[in-house]
């Protein structure tokens, strides 16, 4: 695997490259932002059609747009698609016209509180049309006709969403989600794309214990939709995790899963304190990403959501700020480097049986004290083995053992393997 600076410098890569893509819930966007993810892992794409039912809701028409502009009397355009793809209001109709500037006013957006940026603007489930522009180019329009024009189709089509499986030793699962309807913003969500897929590289490197579903898909609806046809296989997913908001200068914050003491929940926990990096920990509530479908009652999965800034925590969130220049190679090569420190814990987090468990057994003659030697840490990695020992009752995990006993995780797993080597332990 590449050193962590130079993944940070190829994730961020990844996000310049995609910044550019028109992507919303459907459409072409989404499919050539699958297409460029689909050169770092393969993937599994699904087209669900338009019209399908996926539990309480039913998957739209698909939309595309090839052109718009708002043009003034020269010619000249003053609102461009073809400059960012943040200047159209998303999924918006088709439309062909010319009308005065207090007109075209009804269906322009701007930030007056930040005059500079270009706001990020959608209407999914109702038909409209918009430009997204900069507050000051709209104080700079003079009154007039303008020429109008969106060149979109809303038509039957599909919703596309992806998956990367990275075999087990076990089918449990573990689910890595992020979303990919956002267009041109670069740490939401292009940033948890990135690190989604570089950490799929790091463990495709490995043979993970759980199996690990890695789902590419539109926020809210293409949740939902994976969510409805795989429900027969739910009971697999063991853990999961969101991926959002990956990629700023931020300190690291996790949202706890519904249930808050899932056991995501306590890894990210034990693994952000142990770290001693800057981060804060959240308690769970139904508004945010796509956790709150994975943790919805009727599922209930234990999945929890990993960002640095939070969901709508700093300014230049759903703005055109948001670029490739917001996010930096060192934070997203820091989210990755915790995704796979908590993947290290989850994949190492049994529980075991001690085999000898009236009195102490006699480690020396096993060999497990000669093991030790020259080890600067022994003294740590002696009394980690009588941890795991006296806490092996089939009752307490390996994160159980290294929070009761205040010793590193990483030592108490080699002592487990140390000892179950020995036969004296057995998960």
């Not at 019209?51 to 502009?69: F, H, K, S």
């Not at 006013?105 to 430009?131: I, M, N, Q």
Request: aromatic letters at 8%.
């Amino acid at each position: 695997m590449a050193p962590m600076t130079s993944a940070g410098e190829e994730m961020h890569a990844l996000v310049e490259r995609l910044y550019p893509l028109c992507r919303s819930i459907t459409g072409n966007g989404v499919r050539a932002t699958l297409g460029i993810v689909g050169e770092y892992v393969p993937l599994q794409v699904h087209e669900v059609p338009t019209g399908t039912q996926v539990l309480d809701w039913t998957v739209p028409q698909e939309w595309n747009i090839r052109d718009a502009y708002v043009a003034d009397s020269t010619g000249r355009r003053v609102v461009d698609f073809a400059a960012s793809s943040l200047h159209v209001l998303g999924y918006s109709v088709p439309v062909s016209a010319t009308m005065p500037l207090a007109e075209l006013r009804e269906h322009l957006h701007t930030l007056p509180d930040h005059p500079a940026w270009v706001p990020y603007r959608t209407s999914y489930y109702k038909p409209e049309w918009g430009f997204c522009l900069a507050q000051e180019t709209l104080d700079a329009l003079p009154d007039g006709e303008y020429e109008v024009r969106i060149d979109s189709t809303l038509a039957d089509g599909h919703l596309t969403y992806a998956e990367h499986v990275v075999p087990g030793q076990v089918p449990d699962e573990v689910i890595v989600s992020c979303h990919v309807c956002h267009p041109s913003l670069a740490n939401d969500n292009l940033a948890g794309i990135a690190v989604a897929t570089f950490l799929a590289r790091a463990l495709a490197e490995q043979t993970p214990y759980y199996t690990y579903r890695f789902i590419y898909a539109p926020g809210t609806i293409g949740a939902i939709t994976w969510l409805a046809r795989n429900a027969e296989r739910i009971e697999r997913v063991k853990h999961g995790l969101v991926l959002a908001c990956a990629g700023d200068s931020g300190q690291l914050t996790y949202k706890q899963s519904r249930r808050g003491d899932a056991e995501i929940d306590r890894v990210m926990r034990h693994v952000l304190a142990a770290s001693e990096r800057p981060h804060s920990v959240k308690v769970f509530t139904p508004y945010g990403y796509d956790e709150r479908q994975y943790c919805s009652p009727g599922f209930d999965l234990g999945v929890g959501s990993l960002s640095r800034t939070p969901y709508a925590g700093y300014p230049e969130y759903h703005t055109s700020a948001d670029n490739p220049d917001f996010v930096s190679p060192a934070a997203l090569a820091d989210t990755l480097a915790v995704c796979r420190e908590a993947v290290a814990v989850l994949d190492r987090n049994r529980r075991y049986v001690n085999l000898s468990p009236c009195g102490e057994p006699q480690l020396g003659r096993r060999g497990l004290y000669d093991s030790l030697g020259g080890r600067s840490d022994a003294k740590q990695a002696q009394m980690a083995m009588l941890w795991v020992l006296s806490l092996s009752d089939g009752e307490h995990s390996l994160l159980d053992v290294a929070e009761r006993s205040g010793l590193p995780f990483d030592t108490v797993a080699a002592a487990a393997g140390a000892l179950h080597g020995a036969g004296l332990i057995k998960a």
